[in-house]
């Protein structure tokens, strides 16, 4: 009889200033299954009050105030889990906080990879907040253009500064953790996509062309993937936060109010209540179109390079993504099929028993690292 090859993969661990995400897989030959999964969320409705007071009068009027991650409260969830929610060893692979990180385009001449990272400080230099020398820096290549009748390549930069990922590295390790590897959202939110192209699937196309959409209170990540090839991350600074100043003014209501009724929408999906939250979201179109704009002018981006490769599908993720109204509302603003999705689906070629989990996309694919 065949041994089986087991392979346990890290936990994928995604804390944010509102919430912490945790999941543990677990490869089993070609498939993968669910080890353990866990999310606490800390933000209530005055919470949401407070970062729109904190923005000067709401994110309408400026970007929000970056916030950080509270690692005291984080500690005794993370802590709590490993210990009795079935999760195995210590070893981790973490999120970087969006809050740190700086998604910069640049184009340049052709040239092979480790030219390509070799020129890249010289080339962000005065196009980052810090200097090119301080930071940690990835990129993604996005495809090619032509820029006045001259070849180039265009390059999507994700940098952070590297004392702020050395620090929130060691404040994890102090949450008793092995850190084994730093993700970025944009990113691994892709991966169980990724993974799930893995697939054998006859297509006359090649490869699935989808994109990404992580719906954040503060901002919002849009990626788009090809096959198992990340093409382009834009952050847009535009999220739900905004909107529940909109249904503050739309309804007359103090904003606390606003914040309470969208937190009742996203957590009680009945068909009462998203028939109501639909009326609603369509009532503010007029700043559902903001979001909606910043989309649709990543998908003509994209298209502009990728040859007429057309965009399949849209998948919605992110804890914003938990509310079904927001996106079904959203989704008539774009011309393409779109969906909740569901990471675990994704990752495991099946639904997950415990329903869809669009706010667990990046503690998986942190978890994924480790994966044939």
Same mark, same amino acid.
């Given at each position: 009889?065949?041994?089986?090859?087991r392979?346990?993969l890290?936990i994928?661990?995604?804390?944010?200033?509102?919430a912490?995400?945790m999941?543990?897989?677990c490869?089993?030959?070609?498939?993968?299954?669910?080890?353990?999964?866990a999310?606490?969320?800390f933000?209530?409705p005055?919470?949401?009050l407070?970062?729109?007071?904190?923005?000067?009068?709401?994110?309408t009027?400026?970007?929000p105030?970056? $916030?950080?991650?509270?690692?005291n409260? /984080?500690?005794?969830?993370v $802590?709590?889990?490993?210990?009795?929610?079935?999760?195995?060893?210590?070893?981790?692979?973490? *999120?970087l906080p969006?809050?740190?990180?700086?998604?910069?385009?640049?184009?340049?001449?052709?040239?092979?990879?480790? +030219?390509?990272a070799?020129?890249?400080?010289?080339?962000?230099? %005065?196009?980052l907040?810090?200097?090119? %020398?301080?930071?940690?820096?990835?990129?993604?290549?996005?495809?090619a253009?032509? +820029?006045n009748n001259?070849?180039?390549?265009?390059?999507?930069?994700?940098?952070?500064?590297?004392? @702020?990922?050395?620090?929130?590295?060691?404040?994890?390790?102090r949450?008793?953790?092995?850190?084994?590897?730093?993700?970025?959202?944009? /990113?691994a939110? /892709?991966?169980?996509?990724?993974?799930a192209?893995?697939?054998?699937?006859?297509?006359?196309?090649g490869? $699935?062309? @989808?994109m990404i959409?992580? @719906?954040g209170?503060?901002e919002?990540?849009?990626?788009?993937?090809r096959?198992?090839?990340?093409t382009?991350v834009?952050?847009?600074?535009?999220?739900?936060?905004?909107?529940?100043?909109?249904?503050a #003014?739309?309804?007359?209501l103090?904003?606390?109010?606003?914040?309470?009724?969208?937190g009742?929408?996203?957590?009680?999906p009945?068909?009462?209540?998203?028939?109501?939250a639909?009326?609603?979201y369509?009532?503010?179109s007029?700043?559902?179109? $903001?979001?909606?704009?910043?989309?649709?002018? /990543?998908?003509?981006?994209h298209?502009?390079l *990728?040859?007429?490769?057309?965009?399949?599908?849209?998948?919605?993720?992110?804890?914003e993504?938990r509310?079904?109204?927001?996106?079904?509302?959203? *989704?008539?603003?774009l011309?393409?099929?779109?969906e909740?999705?569901?990471?675990?689906?994704?990752? #495991?070629?099946e639904?997950?028993?415990d329903?869809v989990?669009?706010?667990?996309a990046?503690?998986?694919?942190?978890?994924?690292?480790g994966?044939?």
């Amino acid at each position: 009889m065949a041994t089986r090859k087991r392979t346990l993969l890290p936990i994928g661990i995604h804390v944010t200033p509102d919430a912490v995400q945790m999941v543990q897989l677990c490869q089993v030959d070609d498939r993968v299954e669910v080890v353990s999964k866990a999310a606490h969320y800390f933000s209530a409705p005055s919470a949401t009050l407070a970062r729109l007071v904190a923005a000067g009068g709401g994110p309408t009027k400026g970007r929000p105030n970056r $916030r950080e991650v509270d690692y005291n409260r /984080c500690r005794t969830f993370v $802590r709590q889990k490993i210990a009795k929610d079935g999760f195995r060893g210590k070893e981790a692979v973490i *999120s970087l906080p969006a809050e740190h990180l700086v998604i910069q385009h640049v184009r340049m001449a052709p040239m092979p990879p480790e +030219e390509l990272a070799a020129a890249l400080p010289g080339e962000l230099e %005065g196009k980052l907040p810090f200097a090119p %020398g301080d930071a940690i820096i990835r990129h993604v290549m996005a495809g090619a253009v032509t +820029e006045n009748n001259e070849a180039k390549q265009d390059v999507i930069v994700l940098a952070a500064e590297r004392y @702020l990922v050395e620090r929130h590295i060691l404040a994890m390790t102090r949450l008793g953790l092995n850190v084994v590897g730093v993700g970025v959202e944009p /990113c691994a939110m /892709c991966y169980p996509y990724a993974f799930a192209s893995q697939r054998p699937t006859p297509s006359p196309g090649g490869p $699935r062309c @989808l994109m990404i959409v992580h @719906l954040g209170p503060d901002e919002t990540h849009v990626a788009i993937l090809r096959g198992q090839e990340t093409t382009f991350v834009k952050g847009v600074d535009h999220g739900t936060d905004e909107l529940i100043e909109a249904i503050a #003014k739309e309804k007359s209501l103090p904003l606390e109010q606003a914040a309470e009724m969208v937190g009742r929408w996203r957590e009680s999906p009945g068909p009462e209540t998203f028939q109501e939250a639909v009326g609603v979201y369509n009532a503010i179109s007029w700043s559902l179109e $903001r979001l909606a704009d910043e989309i649709q002018s /990543c998908i003509r981006y994209h298209a502009s390079l *990728s040859r007429g490769t057309p965009i399949d599908r849209i998948y919605f993720i992110g804890s914003e993504a938990r509310d079904r109204a927001l996106v079904s509302v959203l *989704s008539t603003h774009l011309d393409i099929p779109s969906e909740i999705g569901d990471p675990l689906a994704a990752v #495991k070629g099946e639904p997950d028993p415990d329903g869809v989990h669009p706010d667990m996309a990046v503690a998986v694919g942190l978890s994924l690292f480790g994966a044939e």
